[in-house]
Each structure stands twice: as C-alpha cells, then as structure tokens.
C-alpha cells in the first residue's frame, strides 16, 4: 500500500431529479496519508434538461446553486461537457449567471474530441454539421414551424430534435444559431486558457483535483465515416432545398429545364389572367389543368332524400361534381416543403449527435471495479468501444487493457440516453459485473408527454437492467425508498447494503458507489 | 380523340418511348446502345376513360407542379398527332414531357403486369390523410361528403429536389425528387439527375402503390419482415421486369454466354439499378451479394452462402428475400434452357452463340420472369390480412400457384421453396420445405358436418349478396338486409356511392360508360354485404362458435364464454378487442338472442361486440399456362386489438376492456383471408392469423420496442400528429419517405 500522497475513501455520484436531462455531480472524499489531512474533488458530469420542460429554468438555477452549496463555493475541480444536446448543457445556460458568479465555475472542462478547434477531423464533422443544421433551420423558417421554446412547448416537443438540440433558428447572416456555442465559450471562459481538453477514445488520463480518477475514453469514435456517413449525405442533399442564403433563394428557383419550359406558376393556374399573346393550345392547356385542380368546389345544400332533387347539373353541385378532384382532394397537392424532408433530417442529425457522445470509465481505487458513464452513446458509439486501444500517452505502446475487461468491472452505470431503446447494447450491459447498480436520469411521465415513443426507460431495457442491477435501478423520477423496497422484495441482505450507500433528497439522489473500509487503511 | 369511329378500326396499341435503365446509361457506350426502349401499352379500351392531358388515364394522374421552382410544366398530350406518329416523344432528359410519358408508360407497364396476374383491375388506397378517414375518425358527419376511395394514384415526377423518390400513402401519390449530383471532377457543375427517369424506380414506386392498394395494413410495420417486404416485394418487380425488356436482355445473354448466373452481368446489373440516385436498397444489395457468391464460384472456390440470419437490421432483411426469388428464376430459366443449349451443340458460357439462340434464350427469360413475377403477385392474395412474415409470403407463393396449377411439371415451386431454404428463410408451421408442407392447409369442415346438410356449401349463403359480374346496364344492386339493427352496422353515407347516386361514379348510356367505376361500384357493395353477412350470427350458438373457429375471427361478444365451447380452442376472447359496446337495457327487438347467451353474466353488464372489417373482397379470374381458370372470392377480414408495452396493462385490459378514454400503446392487428371457389361456391382456403393470439402480441410487442421506425409509427398514431404538420409522427403517413431517404 501506498505511504505517501492521496488516498482516496468514498466516491459518491449524485444525480440531479425530476428532470429529463442529465446533471451528475461525482464527489472524491479522502485524505493525505502523511498527515491525515481531508481532501475533496467534485466532477460534474453534463447539466441540462429537456427544452420546453415547464419551470427548467428555475429547477437548473436551484441544480446549480446546490453544486456550489456541496463544493463549499469552491471550483468544481471538472466539468465534462459529453454532447452538444439540449438536454445536456442548457443548464449551462439557464443557471449562467450562478456559474459566472463564482469566483471560478471550475478548474477544468473536458470536451469529446468532436469539439476540438484544432482537430481537421473534427473541424470536418462541425461543417456538415453545421450544413445540416442550417438547412434544417431553414426549412423549419419556412414552413413557419414555431421552433422557439416559449411560443408553444406542445408544437415544439413533437419535433423531437428540438426538444434535444435547442431552439431551431437563423441569424441575420443566415447561420443557424447554435445555444451550444454560446455556451461553450462561457465553459472556456470560466476556466480560463489551457484549461479546456479535448478528449479522444483510447486516451487514459486522471481527472484534475486532490483525488485523482484514472479515466479511459471509450468515445465518441474517430471513424469519420461512421460519424458523418447519414449526416453528410442528408446535410448534402437538404443543403440544396434550404433556404440558406439569398443566393440560395435564387439556386432553389432556378431549374434544371431551360427557361421556356418554364410554363405557368401554380398562381397563373389558380387565377387564370387571359391575356393576347397565349396561344389556344397553352390557353386550353391551362384552362384544363384549373378546372381539374383549382376549381372551387361548393357542398351541395340539397340533403332531401328523393334522387330527382339531385338530378341537377349545376357545376357547383356535388351531385354533378367530380368528386377525385377539385377542393375534396386538394390536400393531395404538393406542399411546398414535404414534411417528411424535415423530420427525416431531424431525426438523422438527432441521433448522430447522441453518437458524438464523450463516453468515459472512470476506475475506483484498489481495483474495486469501475463507473460507467455512456452520456446518450447509441449502437454505433457503443460497438467502436470494441476496437479502441488504450495508451497512456499517443505515443506509448498500447495497454494490454482491453474494453471487455473495462466493461466487466463496471460497477456502476449511468444509463445511456434516458434508458431508451438503442442507447444500451445488450453485448455490453451483458458484459458488466454482476455488482452493478444503475442511474437513469429521466422521467417517465413527462417524457410519455412528449410523444408515446419516447419510452425512457423502454421497458425492454429496463427489464435486463433490474435483471442484471437484482433491481438496483436508481430513477430520477421515483424516491430511493421506492426501489428499495423492490430490492428488499428480492433480498433483504441485498437490500440493507444497499440502502446503506444511498443519499436521497428532494434535488437529487445519491449513491456511494466506493467506500473504503476501515480495516484498508495504508 | 379516342371515340369510336365508324370506318377506322380503332388503335389496339400505344407505344411510347422510354428509356430501358436512365439517362446515364445513354453516355456510357456500353449501354448506350440499348438504352432506347419503347412500352407497348394496349390502347385504353371502350369502356375505360380516354387519355387526357398529363397524361391522365383511369388509373393514373400525372400532375407535374414543380414546388421548389413554383411551375407547372406544360402538360402533354399523348393523343397529339406528332406523338402518336412517332411513338412518343424521343427519350430526352431536357424536356419534362418527356419525363411524364416515361413515368406514365412504366407506371403502366406495372400496373398491367399485376393486372394480368391478378385476375382483376388494381384499385389504390385511401390515403390516411384522406378528410374522410379523418373525419371517420373524429365521427364526422361530414364523412359521407366524399367517396371512399381514390380513383387515380397521382404522380408527381418533380416533386422534390434531394434524392429520394417515394410513394405516399398520405397523399395517394407517387413523389419523384431530382437534384444535382456532386461535381465529378474540378469545374463540372454536377449534373442533374432525375429518379422519374429511371426505369427501376418508376416501377419499384408504383409497385409499392399497388401492394398498398392491395393489402392497407401492409404499411405497417409490426414484425421485422414487415416494411422490409414491401421494399423487397418493390423491387423483386423492377428486377423481374427488367429481364422482360427483350432488347436489353438479348445484349446481357450474348455478353455473357446465355448465362444468367454470371459474374459480370450481375455487377452490372447491381450497377444500373438505383444508379442515379445511389440509393442502396435491397436490390442493389441483393445482386451485390449474388454477384460476390458468383466471382468465387468462377475462381472455382466455394462461396460462404449469406443467409437472412446475416441480416443484422429490419432493413437489411429485405435482401434475402430478393436474392431467393432471383436464384428461382435463374433456376427455373436453367431448367428451361438446357434443351436449347443440348440442340444446338452449345454449352451456357461458351462465347459465340447464334444469335438466334440468344434471341430463343432471351424468349425463355423474358416468359420465366413472367411467371415468376405472376406467381409473387398472386401469392398476395393468400397472405393473411395482417403482419405477414417472408416465410408466409412463400407459403403463400406456392399456395397460390398450386391452387393454380396443380400439375408442376417444370417443378417451379420447388425452385421458390428450394432457394427459400438456401437462404434461411424460416417458414414456420411447416414439416419441411417440401412444396405440398409448404401449402396453407385447407379449411377443417368436418366439424360442420353435423349440422349443416352440405358442409362444402357454408358460404352459398354469403355468395347470395355478391355480384360477380359487372352489371352492363347500369341498374341499382340491391343490398343484403341486416337480420336486425346491428350496432356495428355502420354504412351510412355508403349507399350513395355503392348506388353511384350521389358520386361521379354514375353509370352513364352504354356509349359512355366506365367499367372501372362500376367495378368499383361492385367491390364496395361486395364489401358491405359480405360484412353484414360475417356479423349476423347463427341462431345457435354452437354453429356461430364453429364459425369463429373456422375463419379465426371473434363475432361473438367478447369475454368469459357462458358454456363450454364445443371446439378447445375458444377460451376467453379478450376484452382489449376493439368492440361496439351494447347496452342490455336497451335491448332492441330483432337483436340476436346468441349475442346474450353467449357471454357471462351477459344480463346486466355491457356487452362488447367486436367489431370487424372487411378490407377488400375482390373477384378474381385468372388464367392458368394450361388455360386453366380460376374464378375466386378473395376477401381479407381484420380485427385489432389494443397493444400495451407493459403485460400487466395486457392482462388488465384483455379481462376488464379499456378504461374511458384509453388509447394503446400500439396496435396490434389479426383477421383472415378467406378465398371462396367461385365455380362451386366451396370454402378453398381460410388463412387465419388470429387476433387472440397472444404468443403473436408478444412477438409485436417486443419489435415495436426495440425498433425506431416501429415505434414513432405506432406512437404516431396516437399522437395523431398533434396538428403540427411536421411532426416526427409523420412516419406513420410517410414510412417510404424514411425508407427510401436512407441514402
């Protein structure tokens, strides 16, 4: 055993309640071993909720002054920022002023490497990115969705993305507004230079403060492809429907025919305006096609039971009336953006932005096992973990450490994505300790509310969750006493222990996940 | 135009130009030669409507707006003289006529090639963005405002720019995107590229019209199989008629020694298709995997056979499906060529065949993919109404041929079940893969025997209130009367249409009328009377419990059966079965006295009668190579039943029914497909999937869950969209759009 230097006696990891977002605040307690002195370190791990979650703004300021409550006003010694959703970082946001209050908010952050300004590969990513974004904007402007949080929440949280990524909207030079460059500016800002890292898989590093964690970065991948593969082709393709620019306006009015097919617009055909110079085949032409498909169309008022009074020919009659055409069909017409271009894009770049999700395991002290945080890695995060190599340093030769081995001293998980469907891969909860305990930041209800897909947690996942946790599934949406309770059912020795690790409080729940005993003094 | 003249016979074709693959092939040398095509259309006949501006036809509307650019591009005339004399405007990628004649010839083309398998005219879905079906949702009076059915699939050929193409079931309309391609080399502007030019997309799109028009429920998806069919299903079309394009096949066969099992001529193949828009769907995918299987067998190694089980995702699925279906037809044209090869002293493979060798061989594929393609669209029609798997699609593809053609000398059928086998496809239910295990059993009637006189003629009865023919002379068919007031009896608004007396459908003189109106006339009224007879219960309730057995529906109102069934099967029905709820107090006379006996306590508590629909009931004739016919009713017959993710939500309400107001989490669908012999009015085949199955509910529930698709659809449908047109909801109207954006 170690006879200098820290050594570290509990981990605890508080997640933050009632919201659907993740805020999870990791406290190191321990102490010198040559003179006995405490010592703390405080990681905070994301701080968001869902856009549009009625009172977010206050519960993020009242998550935010209970950090710095718990870190006794001091730094937070890191904060990891995983990914760029809404539901991650607009506490950043919300509670900006507490944080800028601080003397300082932290010492430092961690980014994945997707963020990196001096990485190409990333730089790559923010610009189909970004593409995308502008053109879903754009689409969203023109076909007059309300995007913004206030205007109506219902209208909003259908578009999933949304809710997710933050308001949707374009600036005056046309460039989408991203909340979350904002945001990230502030985080640096807090910090200060030099502070700011930017982490990619295989990496293995300790996190800043008195009590060190040694972390290995497990994703996003640096597979380009893999990354921006959906992306780039949608972000290519909705590119040239978007309204991005004036000129863009022009490029989308232009067509690919030369100009004299260019033949009548819908508004010619709508209101006809005879005039000399047509000749009588486009005259008849076009006359056709109004008659077909702009003609107003009148219900009949007649509803007498006798054939005869229906006999009538008038045009406007229903019982003379074409009834495949005319205003009963009109809304086969085009509409002028297919709302299946927009939620395709939506949901693409929404999931391909969970995939740029910083994943880390953090070890406990003494080999005890390790934390698992998956932030909202979906599938494709989760198989690159797999072919990741660790290294100390990016030139030292690979750690004989492989992820299946990481994966199987995972003690604690954070649930990926709220628990929902595709964010957990059954390959790798499968692999973890039989030891585990499980934190899902969610709730249930409200995500019900958003839409009846969202199922977070989905019932499949949580089943092999309570199978492989003997149901030690720690909610943010259901009291500690709940879930013990379902343990005790089980195994009451089981329960006891655990019941004995947990903290629970109206903000938040907490549990240790370490804790050294006594007779393990060094 | 197009009125019968007195002197001049009238026209019997109508030959229009297309392109055989798209414009990029017409820049390559390779297939530029061969690019030019023509479609030979039979001139619309005397009882169909004329050709009008568009070009619109009975089946078919092509409108072509432009939304991005904000133009209608001037419609064409395919009766103007310049056109007619010259078979169509010449295949050119710079003017948007042409682009309507070429998706309307092939459009057609597919239409008339499920016709000649069907036995019968296609008819199109009522898209679910209908105001009727809206306002039959919100019980709107209104409802009956508006026919029931769409009697013209639009097609918009520029509808959107991005590369993508699909058919709507919301709007009734096939959507045809174009966009610029991304610049080849420095200075190319990128080319433009139009997927309503490309021969395999028109026909994968209208295919996947066709299908829903057949088969409503089929764009769900509620199994791993389900949506992946119908891409599968889409493309085993195109594929099967592209080897009917005589001019281009001859130049594959001669490229290749009159081998289809070639290396080389499945590259290039698995090349052109999708080609302009690059979008991988199983087909391309599919001769990839052929094409990969077959290089290794010419370098004399034995390939790894890839399988379904390889299939990680749903839509990698739908590959499988295509490469079994095309490793029978190469089967099938191996064993139908071998004696052409033996005569003229020649091997498949060899490098100088005569060129009318290649001409016969080219015959011989062209009529092979003929019946392949006949023998997948009729299977169809031997689906269950519902959640239909691939391995159902093969029982029902041998079914139905069998049914056809019993003899099967050139054992085609072996050749569908054998390469089914070959790639894993599970057909659950049967002893082995043997064409005759591989038959939907045929009705049990022997427990009827008992009591009916003749069990053979249990549904001369229904047959009474059908009409099998087209009535000529336009006279008003009379409808069964209901025994009482059935409360599910719900046709109101109906009659008009089926009477054509409030529509457009009003059978005109002789001169002037439309036989497809009628025909459709003919199919609603063939769907109420068969409803009305399905819902009217026996006056014994044994009898009525044997039917429900028979045909694996629930009539009967719903819960604990007060006696013991006389079949084991009929437990409990469950009360999560959507079911009109009758109030015993206000028992009305006329009412059957089964309903009351047959469920306990049954006197003062509600009871729910299920309800039932009869999705289609359609009259077919079709044609055996033996000159052999088949005269049969087909009707599908669905129920649904509330779906919950979580079991005790399952259980409660399957005893209890819903609470006020409650809404499922997912849907979950059974019925039964029921072909009657019209010849002699015998029950043929009743292919059940019951909506008490709860193995199956379990099945659904589990996929839903775990599959993205599956999930916003069923959410949708609850959501009901939320009134914001661009609701994530939207992939329950427009699933295509999601498949076929997938790059």
Redesign the interface.
Known sequence: MRETGPLVDTITVRMYRKLLGDCFLITVTGRNVEDQSPSKSHIMIDCGVLQGTPGGGELMRAVVRDVYEHTEGKPLDLIVVTHEHHDHISGFGLARDIFAAQPKAAERVWFAWTEDPADADAQEYQRVYGHALTALAAL?EE?K?QTQAAADP??ES????AGFSGPLALDGNRKPLRGSRKIYQDLRDWVGSGATQYLSPGQVLTTPGALGLTTYVLGPPRDKEQLTN?LG??G???F??AKTSSAGVAA???????PR??????EQ?RNPVPSASESAG?RQ?SD??HDR?FRPYA??TEDGDD?AD?KSKDDNH??A????LHE??A??????????????L??RMDSNTNNTSLVLAFDLPDDAGTMLFAADAQVGNWESWFSVEFRSTPDAPALKLKTEELLARTRFYKVGHHGS??ATLTRGLEAMSDDLVAMIPTDAEFAKKQ?????MP???VDEALQRKTRHRVLRGDIPAAQTIAVVEAADPDLARAFEARIGDHDLWVEYCVYRREPGETA | MNKPRQTIPQPTRRRLRVFAFDPAASVQLETAVINDAVVDLSWEAAWEGAIELGPTNDYLEVIDFDPTSGHFYAPIDLNDPWILGQDGLAPAEANPQFHQQMVFAVAMRTIRNFERALGRPVFWAMPEDDPRVLARRNHDKKAKDYPPFIKRLRIYPHALRQANAYYSPAKGALLFGYFKAKPRFADDEGEWVFTCLSQDIIAHETAHAILHGLRRRSVEATNADSLAFHEAFADIIALMQHFTMDNVVRHELSRNGGKLRSANLLTGLASQFGQATGRSGPLRQALGILSDEQTERERKREPVTRTLKDAREPHDRGQYLVIAVFDAFVTIYERRTRDLFAMTGTRPGDDRLSEQLIARLADEAAKVAHSVLNMCVRGLDYLPPADATFGDFLRAVITADFDLVPEDPLKYRVAFAESFRKREIPAPGCMSYAPDSLCWEPPDLSAFDSIAADSELLFADALKGLTLYARVNGSSPERVKSKGVDPRYDTQGLDDYITGRNSEYVSGDVANRNLREEAMRVVMRNQVNLHTWLINPDDSLAVERLWEALLGLRTLPLGKPKSAPPTGRNHASPKSISATVLNPAKWQRGWPEVWREAVEPGDDEALLLPRLEVHSARISRRAGPDGNELFQLIAQVTQRRMGFFDPADQKRVDRDGPMPREKPDFWFRGGATILVDLRDGRLQRVIRQRIDNDTRLERQRKFVLGDDVALAMAAGRNDGGGGNPLAVSTLETEPFAFLHGDG
Request: hydrophobic share 35%; net charge positive; charged share 20%.
């Open positions: 969203a076909a969705v219902a209208a259908l578009l999933g993305l959906s082709k949608a290519d393709t909705y040239a429907t989308r009015q232009d067509m690919p025919f030369s097919h260019a033949w009548r617009t819908a055909i486009d032409r056709w096609l498909y219900r009949c054939p229906h229903k019982c009336g074409d009834f495949s009963p069909q809304y086969r017409m085009l509409d002028k953006i297919e709302r299946s271009q927009f939620s395709n939506a949901l469907h595709n839409s009846s897909a969202w199922q989905n019932p499949r």
